[in-house]
């Protein structure tokens, strides 16, 4: 089966980047491939990557109450951003009213159950 993505990366929003990175990374025994004061990447050198991005306001999940869902997004690498928009608009995903840069190499879009993902291009926050 042929997609319309190729996954990129699993971004948890936190209050402490370097620390939640510090924690998965012992666990799953990936390494800090890139970090700023706002993200953290770890990687074991295959094409997925597990991030964390400063949330100073996080709020932690109280799992399952679904008054404090879980919190995280997907970011997937695209070729092409205008085809990959129409292609997952296509298949029910609604464009965010937000788009932080236009010049970012990055959209924000809905699932059709309101989770946030990022459609990138190579390079935006490689």
């Given amino acids: 089966?042929?997609?319309?993505?190729?996954?990129?990366?699993?971004?948890?929003?936190?209050?402490?980047?370097?620390?939640?990175?510090?924690?998965?990374?012992?666990?799953?025994?990936?390494?800090?491939?890139?970090?700023?004061?706002?993200?953290?990447?770890?990687?074991?050198?295959?094409?997925?990557?597990?991030?964390?991005?400063?949330?100073?306001?996080?709020?932690?999940?109280?799992?399952?109450d679904p008054e404090h869902p879980q919190q995280f997004h997907l970011d997937v690498r695209v070729d092409d951003l205008d085809k990959a928009e129409a292609a997952v608009l296509e298949i029910g995903a609604v464009k965010h009213g937000h788009q932080p840069s236009t010049e970012g190499g990055f959209r924000v879009y809905l699932d059709p159950a309101g989770h946030p993902f990022c459609l990138c291009v190579a390079g935006a926050g490689d």
């Fill in 1 to 64: 089966m042929s997609g319309i993505a190729r996954m990129r990366s699993v971004v948890i929003d936190c209050p402490d980047p370097k620390a939640l990175a510090e924690f998965y990374g012992a666990l799953v025994g990936w390494d800090v491939i890139n970090q700023d004061d706002e993200w953290v990447t770890l990687s074991d050198g295959g094409q997925v990557r597990l991030c964390f991005q400063a949330a100073p306001d996080h709020k932690p999940p109280i799992w399952p």
